[in-house]
């Protein structure tokens, strides 16, 4: 698995409109992440049946549970051969921890690479403080989700594109960042407030980029996903 890479964000209502869609890929398989929405529709049979097509998947399920429930849990999406998935730092490092030995010990062969959610990019500082009475500010939350990801093993985590260089300088260059908000210089923005380019993306030092709607709903969705990658890759 390469660790720069375009991921595409397969947010379809059905399984049968994400196979179409991929169908369009002759010569390239993209990576592709999978979120709740198709799995909870479909089962865990979207993830094989997308697998059998040769796509890595980033199986997006974020949890968040007891240390024991998500161990089991991880072990039987360790099963399914998904190459990345996550969970939410805010599980505190125990439950991080046994996340990652579920991972290890369901997987067949390599371990799929595990990254924690920070802060979800829909949470503001008013309400993490108002609501949720964590009185940080919110990034030095993200740094510290971020610090206590990597002290429990884990490979990296999700944040805006804004934030993975605060991420990579508090947990170093190796410590993955995988990050959605991306936009054409020239695209919509659509519901995304805090965007950058692919290749201010990769200028930050983000190691991967999750990219939806600019590519799924191109008029040439394969001519979108290599511009993509051309200026993901070219930095
Ligand atoms: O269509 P778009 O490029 O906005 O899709 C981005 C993908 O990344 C979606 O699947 C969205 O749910 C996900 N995501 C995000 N912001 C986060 C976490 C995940 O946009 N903070």
Redesign the pocket.
């Known amino acids: 698995m390469k660790k720069h890479d375009v991921i595409i964000?397969c947010?379809f209502p059905t399984g049968q409109d994400a196979l179409d869609f991929l169908s369009q890929f002759k010569e390239e398989k993209p990576f592709v992440?999978i979120?709740m929405e198709l799995f909870y529709g479909e089962g865990p049979d979207i993830v094989k049946a997308i697998k059998d097509r040769g796509h890595n998947i980033f199986l997006?399920l974020k949890l968040h549970d007891i240390p024991n429930t998500v161990n089991k849990a991880m072990r039987n999406l360790a099963r399914l051969g998904v190459d990345m998935t996550n969970v939410h730092a805010a599980g505190t490092i125990d439950m991080m921890r046994a996340a990652l030995e579920g991972l290890a010990e369901g997987a067949d062969s390599e371990r799929a690479l595990l990254i924690a959610?920070t802060q979800?990019?829909?949470t503001s500082q008013e309400r993490m403080q108002r609501e949720l009475l964590i009185q940080a500010p919110i990034n030095d939350t993200i740094v510290q989700y971020a610090r206590n990801a990597k002290e429990a093993g884990l490979d990296g985590v999700?944040c805006?594109p804004l934030e993975a260089g605060m991420v990579k300088e508090a947990c170093g260059t190796d410590f993955v960042t995988v990050t959605?908000?991306?936009?054409f210089a020239d695209g919509a923005k659509?519901?995304?407030v805090r965007v950058t380019t692919p290749a201010r993306a990769a200028e930050i030092g983000t190691d991967y980029i999750?990219?939806?709607?600019?590519i799924?709903e191109a008029a040439d969705p394969v001519g979108a996903y290599r511009r993509c990658v051309k200026e993901f890759m070219m930095q």
């Open positions: 964000a947010d992440k979120g997006d959610v979800l990019t829909s999700v805006s959605p908000g991306v936009r659509g519901d995304q999750v990219v939806g709607r600019p799924t």
